[in-house]
């Protein structure tokens, strides 16, 4: 375990850092960091200016080194746009996507895999359909039109829920359902796809016939077995949410990590966006390092090798 | 670091416990809380060069001059009076009764302190060009300062009252020098003069003012009636539209024409004019590698085929016009009496073919803002043969290209930055600069003469003869002025002005 | 005792038994009589019975033979602005005309012309962006889930760094370098999809790999690539259908989302995603601007679900040798 743990510790820290040298070059090479920080109205020689003074003259493997250099004292850089340490406004707003993403997955799971589970222990019963359908049509709305369909009854209509802005639980629910049912149809499927064939297999035939109580059967074996790709899928589906929140905070008006990249990215805020895709890039790391974990201890067959 | 992560994850758990507060927007609360696309980002106008800040500008600071929009002239803000001395010195008496928000009596040290500070190229200030005309101030008293310029600048009382918002003396000293050698200039609390007084600045949130109780006497910007201002970002349209009808935001602008006027009854709609225009610019020289539009014949036929009146009537808004000229109808040197080019697209058309292109031809069209304007011109260009493929990307990266001379055509605008001077405009654009497509010796010399005069006559004079060429030979198709609509509360007294700043000072609850 | 007819569902099978005859003793079923149908003729009995399959690729045949006759289908041009006559209204409102059954949108252009040539920009979005990342992911997951070790670890440096990329600073990047032609943005799209593929593939190989037949078919000699082909892929062949038909769904979608924040297809082009995003503003106010081409995709999306479950369901386990 401990080799498989350094061994994956290993690729981490590769990745951050190609992670972050594409990032650095994708920024330089969607437009002149100088003139958008410049400005619309600027003059060449104001942008000549900003250049100079803002050190974007430097080479590019230079102004990388140094913000290299600064990450591995602690120091994530500056942003000249919102004026302030970059890790402040990041650890800021984290907080706030985080919990957007947990909520989502969290409505994401309690949904699917109950759903999954009964599709599978009914195959091709009008509540498999059910289930079926509640997946299909989950998913094949885009998220903005989901999101400004639930603004438009919840907020406008029924004026039930507060539309903009995280100041109570309520500002969460329809980000995260808007956010969670896209995850919905997918952890369903797999779940009822993986239970459906673990059902039918050899062991569980034991088990059954074994005289094991159905309920053990399904939950301690049968699940378990099905879960893994699942899990995996639930990781992915974890880190497609960050990335996915950009619309969501857009449009609810949420100060999050996901809001944050978009107007970085659009600024050309350089330091911002680096110190952005870091942070995810380990979050990622970290949650594909746990479903891993999870992975190998519910399924020894993957721990070997 | 991983500190502040903590102590935010709880306050983000508990702020799931508690129940929905209510909406804090509105004349119960004396509260104006007004919305645009755009982040708050830092609260200082060197240091920010976004529109919102322009108007918080005026609204947290004052400037020397105050330019009032129906006459045109300058009045007096923080200055009683000025002169200029001679073509390269302006003098100032202060006034003697402005006291900042903290506190400081106001008087010459401040105004030398900004100046000198901002016009330092070292410093840094991202809107330098408002201030580079600049040389150096001198303190001639208490109550009286000189203005020294690089040269001859005759837009200069224009930029002042527009752009320079007096700071206190040493303000920017105590900025936390930063590991790249600029400064942390979000450390330093915002002070001013101005009617409003900045309170908070929640970095890319909201910006939080509160009247200024102290605030003179006189002034043209007259008293502040309304107790609060919340400044706040909603970047979804949509979500700004469900705030304003559900009561959580008084005030929002640059709403698309169809929305707007769904809201008539709702809430008050006006659609004013600014001082944008929307131009097509030409590669007259070739240089970008289509060379289809270094024939006049092609650009005339371009100038005749978009239905400009249709596009400013039905997608821009009625306070919208058509024009004629590259420069906006009301700044100083514009004028409409220049060559004008009719909609007519069977002479579209045959001009084309006139030019060798009986079939049109294919070409990319690079655009920025407002895909749906570009959109319009677009159709109308496919009707007479000419398809164009529409090249739509980030200002800044469009920037880049047309400095490296790569877009055969581009559809941009320009803000001026609301200086109500044509050199704020047609010289950036037809001195020779990078901007310059077509470098035209003409062009040149007869700017280059109105920049530098005091003469009024002989400025506009020159500016004419200038425009005329531009529009005779199409090195630019001017193609409308921009007017926004403005949507806001019932309960609110609002007029916009045309120079896209908003005037809270003298907004009122009805 | 006759065979159960043809055209019953195979679970409804009658149960062959021996019966007695008049004299009361057992009687033993002929050979003839216990044979099964073949493989194939049970396949088409479960798809005849299937009635998801057969929605979800009727609605698919449906939507293609729209995009095929688009030219003939569509009664004007869809790229034919007229600012005079826009935001006309559908036919059901009392407004409505003939002309433009299905209305104009913001640009006086025909909403129903755009909507059928809109098919052809969303299929092939959909089809071309999943086949490039279900080429990628497979190889790459699959390889991963076999070799183990370097390779897996290889792999796994590649699914990480591409998820931690955020979607959106790739797509500017490349839009402000290169543009957004259709086939850019479905490389893009393709390039950025294939991470599911190469993350199921992976743990599905995984699992598949340790059991007896692969080692078998290793120690009789069979080349790797035999193996990979003829052994692996048909046990993983149930999931990669369902991530396929999740991700041809996916890239559609995700199009959308990209035109929403304007680095997807550019306009002119009548591309469903498009359409919705443009149509965005005009929610609260005329929902039928992105309803229309809303349901399409809707429709769209869901017939290729469907049919990818119904495939999964009919070639399920049971009837696989």
């Given amino acids: 375990m401990l080799i498989f743990a350094l061994k994956r510790l290993g690729i981490a820290i590769l990745v951050a850092i190609t992670v972050s040298m594409v990032t650095f070059s994708l920024i330089h090479l969607s437009g002149d960091p100088a003139m958008a920080l410049a400005g619309e109205s600027a003059t060449q020689e104001d942008i000549e200016n900003i250049r100079r003074v803002y050190g974007f003259d430097r080479p590019i493997v230079v102004q990388y080194g140094a913000w290299l250099g600064g990450v591995l004292t602690g120091d994530l850089g500056y942003s000249h746009y919102l004026a302030t340490d970059v890790s402040t406004v990041i650890f800021d707003r984290l907080p706030t996507t985080m919990t957007l993403g947990a909520c989502a997955l969290l409505f994401a799971l309690v949904l699917s895999i109950p759903l999954g589970v009964l599709a599978a222990m009914r195959p091709n019963t009008m509540i498999d359909r059910l289930a079926l359908s509640i997946a299909v049509v989950g998913q094949a709305l885009p998220s903005f039109w989901f999101a400004l369909i639930l603004i438009f009854w919840f907020g406008i209509v029924w004026r039930l829920l507060p539309i903009t802005g995280t100041e109570s639980w309520l500002n969460y629910v329809m980000p995260s359902v808007a956010l969670g049912y896209y995850v919905t149809p997918g952890v369903m499927r797999l779940t009822r796809a993986g239970m459906l064939e673990v059902l039918s297999s050899d062991y569980i035939r034991t088990a059954r016939a074994k005289g094991l109580r159905p309920m053990s059967v399904m939950f301690k074996h049968a699940l378990r077995n099905a879960i893994i790709p699942v899990v995996s899928l639930a990781a992915v589906q974890f880190g497609f949410m960050l990335g996915g929140s950009i619309v969501i905070e857009t449009i609810f008006a949420i100060n999050g990590i996901g809001f944050l990249a978009w107007e970085s990215i659009q600024r050309g805020d350089l330091a911002m966006m680096q110190a952005i895709v870091l942070v995810l890039a380990c979050f990622y790391i970290m949650l594909t390092f746990l479903a891993d974990m999870l992975n190998a201890f519910l399924d020894p067959r993957i721990r070997v090798g | 670091m991983i500190g502040r992560f903590l102590r935010g994850l709880p306050v983000a758990a508990v702020a799931l416990a508690v129940t929905a507060g209510a909406a804090w927007a509105g004349k119960s609360n004396d509260t104006l809380v007004w919305v645009t696309d755009r982040e708050a980002t830092i609260a200082d106008p060197y240091y920010n060069n976004t529109r919102e800040l322009v108007v918080i500008g005026q609204t947290a600071w004052d400037m020397l001059l105050f330019r009032d929009l129906d006459t045109g002239e300058f009045k007096p803000l923080l200055a009683t009076s000025y002169e200029w001395i001679d073509n390269l010195t302006l003098e100032f008496e202060l006034r003697d009764d402005v006291v900042f928000h903290n506190g400081k009596k106001f008087g010459a040290d401040d105004v030398v302190y900004t100046i000198n500070y901002v016009s330092n190229k070292d410093n840094g200030v991202l809107t330098f060009k408002n201030v580079s005309w600049m040389k150096s101030a001198e303190k001639l008293g208490d109550y009286k300062v000189r203005i020294n310029l690089h040269k001859p600048f005759p837009a200069a009382l224009a930029y002042l009252s527009n752009a320079l918002a007096i700071m206190p003396a040493g303000h920017y000293d105590s900025a936390p020098k930063l590991a790249d050698g600029t400064r942390n200039y979000g450390a330093i609390p915002p002070v001013g003069t101005g009617p409003y007084e900045i309170v908070e600045v929640k970095k890319g949130e909201a910006i939080v003012m509160k009247r200024n109780e102290n605030y003179f006497k006189g002034g043209p910007k007259g008293t502040p009636a309304i107790g609060n201002l919340v400044f706040r970002t909603i970047k979804e349209m949509n979500t700004q539209i469900a705030e304003l009808l559900t009561g959580g935001i008084d005030w929002m602008w640059d709403v698309p024409k169809d929305q707007a006027e769904k809201m008539q009854g709702q809430a008050q709609v006006v659609n004013a004019p600014t001082m944008r225009i929307s131009y097509i610019q030409f590669d007259v020289n070739g240089k970008s590698g289509q060379d289809f539009f270094t024939k006049k014949k092609v650009r005339e036929a371009f100038a005749h085929a978009v239905n400009r009146a249709a596009i400013a009537k039905h997608l821009v808004g009625g306070a919208s016009v058509v024009a004629h000229s590259a420069c906006h109808p009301v700044q100083f040197g514009c004028t409409q009496d220049v060559p004008q080019w009719k909609y007519d697209p069977e002479l579209a058309k045959a001009k084309l073919a006139e030019a060798g292109y009986p079939d049109g031809f294919e070409f990319d069209l690079y655009a920025y803002r407002q895909r749906e304007y570009t959109e319009a011109v677009i159709g109308d260009l496919a009707k007479v043969g000419m398809r164009a493929n529409l090249k739509y990307m980030q200002y800044r990266a469009l920037r880049d290209l047309v400095w490296k001379n790569q877009t055969p055509v581009n559809h941009m605008t320009w803000g001026s930055n609301s200086i109500p001077d044509v050199s704020a405009i047609t010289s950036h654009f037809f001195s020779g600069g990078r901007d310059d497509f077509a470098k035209d010796p003409a062009v040149i010399k007869a700017l280059e003469t109105a920049d530098n005069s005091t003469d009024p006559a002989e400025r506009k004079r020159n500016y004419k003869e200038a425009l005329a060429r531009i529009s005779g030979e199409l090195y630019w198709l001017p193609m409308f002025t921009y007017a926004k609509y403005y949507v806001f509360s019932n309960e609110l007294d609002f007029t916009p002005t045309p120079d896209e700043i908003p005037r809270f000072y003298t907004a009122k609850w009805k | ?321």
């Fill in chain 3, 1 to 321: 005792m006759a065979l159960p007819p043809a055209s019953a569902p195979a679970r409804a099978a009658t149960p062959i038994a021996p019966t007695a005859d008049a004299t009361g003793a057992a009687k033993i079923p002929s050979l003839a009589q216990v044979v099964e149908p073949s493989p194939g003729a049970l396949l088409r009995r479960r798809i005849r019975g299937h009635w998801g399959l057969i929605i979800g690729g009727g609605v698919l045949l449906f939507i293609i033979a729209v995009a095929l006759f688009a030219p003939w289908l569509a009664p004007h041009d869809p790229l034919d602005q007229d600012l005079t006559n826009r935001v006309v209204l559908p036919i059901w409102y009392d407004e409505g005309t003939w002309v433009h059954p299905l209305g104009t949108d913001q640009f006086g252009r025909d909403y129903l012309s755009r909507l059928i040539y809109g098919s052809r920009i969303s299929l092939l979005i959909g089809f071309a962006a999943m086949l490039i990342s279900l080429l990628i992911g497979t190889t790459l997951g699959v390889a991963a889930g076999y070799f183990g070790g370097r390779v897996d670890m290889a792999v796994n440096f590649i699914i990480t760094t591409r998820l931690s990329l955020p979607v959106v600073l790739v797509a500017l990047a490349v839009v402000s370098l290169i543009g957004n032609s259709l086939w850019i943005v479905i490389c893009v799209l393709g390039l950025l999809l294939w991470d599911r593929f190469a993350v199921v593939m992976r743990s599905t190989t995984q699992q598949v790999r340790n059991l007896d037949y692969i080692a078998a078919a290793q120690a009789t000699g069979c080349s790797t690539l035999r193996i990979l082909l003829s052994e692996i892929m048909p046990n993983i062949a149930n999931h990669l259908i369902v991530v396929a038909t999740l991700e041809m769904a996916h890239a559609i979608l995700l199009e959308a989302a990209l035109s929403f924040l304007g680095l997807g297809v550019q306009p002119p082009a009548p591309s469903w995603g498009l359409m919705i995003a443009e149509a965005k503003g005009y929610m609260f106010f005329d929902p039928w601007l992105i309803g229309i081409p809303g349901t399409a995709l809707f429709a769209l999306v869901m017939a290729i679900n469907l049919l990818g479950d119904g495939v999964r369901d009919v070639t399920a386990p049971e009837g696989r040798n």
